[in-house]
């Protein structure tokens, strides 16, 4: 059946018709239903079939009779009789529509004359003209002229203007030459009678023929057109039932007899939370159907590891099909779908803070979001524009961030905002200073000293001073701040990670390895970079513009740190430092042993207690009752052989000493070097960040301050194709390809660093049963 709807669709698009969607939602049909659906569906194709080969026919018969005509038509201008006497003479000046032969000369001719006339692909006009040339020598006269109106070519059903030709030749071997080469070429030759008298009364059959045919041809018509109107106004029903059945029965084919073979088990997987939903449905097929014996419901007990099902919204799916993309979290996992919402847009931010580019994005996600349920919007076929209409919330919060962030960095355009007055005081410092004309002069740069007062009035009330925008040390200066910025937020992020791992523990009842795995791993982030953290808050707080000169370098101290050693032109940030960084060192590295050995003997050590400790088979034993053929443990399909051949022992789940200490000797060297190379990844954050603010201020200079300073009285002209220039060069790179790029390195960081640190990802999708009517196609 589904074979003869394609065979009825193709039908409609040949015919122009476009088939909707169906109206409502049909039941399944029932065995009986669906044969008379098949009987309708084989009758209205057959009659399709009928209909289009008539009309083919049709068709065929008049675009002959047509060519025939004109064919006659012009070869009577080639081969008119000369004009009867008493009549002027003509003038012989050439012309494509005088006879071929001169009239006076018939009656000299000792050799009869003959015709091939038909017509011609106007392609193949050329290279049949030239092979008849060559082939016949030269004995024949051969004429070609247009078709007045074109036709449908039958190869290729397009309408080209056919060339219709006349050959005379003498001498029947040339006749059978010139058919062979027509017949080669593709001709469609008619015959040519004699006589002009001939030639009229065949040219008024044809007339009244192609009328007749006309006639027909158009009641063809409207009885396809009628046929056509049946199958669009049922075809929409009889996909969605067909599938419908489909569906059921693959279901059905899906489930296992029970020991009588009287009734179906379906063992299938159900959310707890809809298991009243399940059972009611299943009521009311029994009510509906009739059936003395009504369906039930009756959990069971396996071994197998559940299907994943995250319900999500609008909202959400954006931020879970991101971490679904990494893989699907095993059953009761820490989801990391929630965290992301909030971090993603903020790591993005990060490396696009701007609050011009930001701006933009976020109004182009809100008009996503306010025309969400345009038809227009969801039933796209642009694959690149349903990507962005999916994640549309996703942009919507990657736009709200940028633009916090922008304030933060005080970047909108590559331009600063003057929101608060600035902290820095030009005055104050050329009142306390020798800034003399002369020195003006020969110092086009001038240095604000923090350290006179007045001139430094404290820090801005949000984001970084407007003033650095003009200064020449602003790039060294964003660089120290955006570097240790990075660092700060990795060390926070992957942290956090390693905290979430405790709902996987407490939850699969996995205790030992909070002190085991997790304890460890806090121990080595936190004594290594989380010291590095707290050296960077430090140092911020103890050292002012007073004492700048003589803060000393955390890099080095971090370098001195790893070779228990301290540097004498390298001030030590506090008293006890060396100390305290040799215990801390000395507590990193102790928690490697701890982490690598600590999960494998413990459970080797579980494992010969339970051994020891098993106690011995009782006779019975009280259980819950199960279904009928089913044997304890096992599944409702398993047989009596397959319990027989024997089952998973106890210890099945627990491999042997060798792997679980390879596995975890993998996971604690992936970790211990990871917490390196993932804290210097955060780092791209202030890369990207860097690069974004430095492309942003080239396409400025380049381009919009150009068009401000270089123009003169005509530049409020000129200003519209410069900023039109402005405005696209923005939106391709800044936009478009700095974006791309910055969502790409934020979904690194949270698969590789974040991930990485709580999540397996090893669980598959639950599927449950729904109809899709176009699922099919």
């Known amino acids: 059946m589904e074979k003869t709807f394609t065979f009825l669709q193709q039908e409609l698009r040949g015919a122009g018709r476009v088939l909707g969607p169906c109206p409502d939602s049909p039941r399944a049909p029932l065995a009986r239903e669906a044969l008379r659906v098949q009987e309708q569906s084989e009758q209205l194709a057959q009659e399709l079939r009928e209909v289009s080969h008539n009309r083919a026919s049709l068709r065929g018969r008049l675009r002959e009779l047509r060519q025939y005509l004109h064919v006659l038509r012009e070869g009577q201008r080639f081969t008119s009789l000369p004009a009867p006497l008493g009549s002027p003479p003509r003038p012989r000046a050439l012309s494509e529509r005088e006879p071929i032969l001169d009239p006076s000369l018939h009656q000299h001719l000792d050799r009869k004359i003959n015709f091939v006339a038909g ?146 088990i379906a063992e299938v997987w159900c959310p707890v939370r809809d298991l009243t939903q399940v059972q009611e449905a299943l009521r009311q097929g029994s009510y509906k159907s009739g059936s003395s014996v009504e369906c039930f419901v009756q959990r069971i ?92 919330y996703l942009i919507l919060l990657m736009g709200a961030f940028s633009i916090y962030t922008g304030f933060i960095y005080n970047e909108c355009f590559s331009k600063a905002t003057v929101i608060f007055p600035s902290a820095w005081s030009v005055a104050t410092m050329a009142n306390h200073s020798s800034w003399s004309s002369d020195y003006l002069a020969t110092h086009p740069s001038l240095t604000l000293d923090p350290n006179v007062t007045g001139v430094f009035q404290g820090p801005y009330p949000f984001g970084i001073d407007p003033i650095w925008s003009l200064a020449t040390n602003h790039l060294n200066f964003l660089n120290s701040f955006k570097m240790k910025m990075s660092v700060v937020l990795g060390i926070v992020h992957m942290g956090f990670g390693v905290l979430l791992g405790v709902f996987n523990h407490v939850h699969f009842q996995q205790r030992h390895r909070l002190v085991l795995e997790l304890l460890p791993e ?64 000395a507590l990193a590295l102790a928690s490697v042993p701890v982490l690598l050995l600590g999960t494998p003997l413990y459970l080797c050590c579980r494992r010969r207690a339970s051994r020891t400790s098993r106690p011995a088979p009782v006779a019975a034993a009280e259980q819950e009752p199960l279904l009928e053929g089913q044997e304890a443990g096992n599944s409702v399909n398993a047989t009596k052989e397959d319990v027989e051949s024997g089952g998973p022992s106890p ?127």
């Open 301 to 392: 007990p396996t071994s197998e590891s559940p299907p994943t099902l995250i319900r999500t919204n609008k909202f959400t799916a954006g931020f879970q099909s991101i971490v679904d993309a990494y893989g699907v979290a095993s059953y009761q996992e820490v989801n990391p779908a929630p965290y992301a919402i909030i971090t993603f847009p903020f790591i993005f931010a990060i490396m696009f803070g701007d609050v011009g580019h930001g701006l933009l994005m976020f109004l182009f996600a809100l008009w996503m979001v306010l025309y969400e349920n345009s038809p227009s919007l969801q039933q796209a076929s642009n694959e690149i524009w349903l990507t962005f209409f999916e994640g549309r």
């Open 651 to 777: 210890d099945a789940e627990h491999s042997d000493f060798a792997e679980i200490f390879m596995h975890q000797a993998i996971h604690t060297i992936e970790y211990c070097l990871g917490c390196v190379s993932n804290t210097a990844s955060y780092l791209r954050l202030w890369a990207l960040s860097l690069a974004h603010a430095q492309l942003s201020e080239v396409l400025w200079t380049m381009v919009m301050r150009n068009g401000f300073v270089r123009l003169s009285y005509a530049g409020g002209v000129v200003l519209v194709p410069v900023f039109a220039a402005f405005a696209v060069l923005t939106v391709a790179i800044l936009l478009v390809m700095e974006g791309l790029s910055a969502f790409l390195h934020a979904l690194r960081l949270h698969w590789v660093e974040f991930q990485n640190k709580f999540y397996v990802g090893a669980g598959y999708k639950l599927c449950p049963f729904a109809f899709a009517p176009d699922a099919w196609e």
């Open 522 to 585: 806090m121990v080595f982030l936190l004594a290594l970079f989380g010291y590095l953290v707290f050296l960077i808050f430090y140092k911020w707080v103890k050292f002012s513009a007073a004492d700048s000169l003589v803060a000393p370098s955390i890099l080095i101290h971090f370098i001195d740190m790893f070779l228990f050693t301290s540097n004498a032109g390298n001030l030590p940030l506090y008293r006890g430092q060396v100390p305290v960084q040799t215990v801390l060192v």
């Open 119 to 264: 017509v011609i692909h106007p392609w193949r006009v050329s290279a049949f003209e030239r092979l008849l040339w060559r082939a016949c020598r030269g004995y024949l006269v051969a004429s070609f002229v247009e078709m007045p109106e074109p036709m449908e070519d039958p190869a290729t059903g397009e309408s080209i203007t056919w060339v219709i030709f006349l050959i005379s030749y003498w001498g029947e071997q040339i006749g059978q030459k010139i058919r062979k080469i027509s017949d080669c070429f593709h001709c469609h030759v008619y015959p040519y009678p004699e006589s002009e008298a001939s030639r009229a009364d065949t040219m008024s059959g044809l007339h009244s023929q192609i009328q007749d045919l006309s006639v027909v041809l158009e009641e063809t018509e409207q009885y396809l057109a009628q046929v056509l109107d049946k199958v669009v106004l049922a075809l929409p029903t009889w996909r969605v039932q067909i599938q419908k059945m489909k569906a059921i029965y693959l279901i059905l084919n899906q489930c296992s007899f029970d020991v009588t073979e009287k009734c179906l």
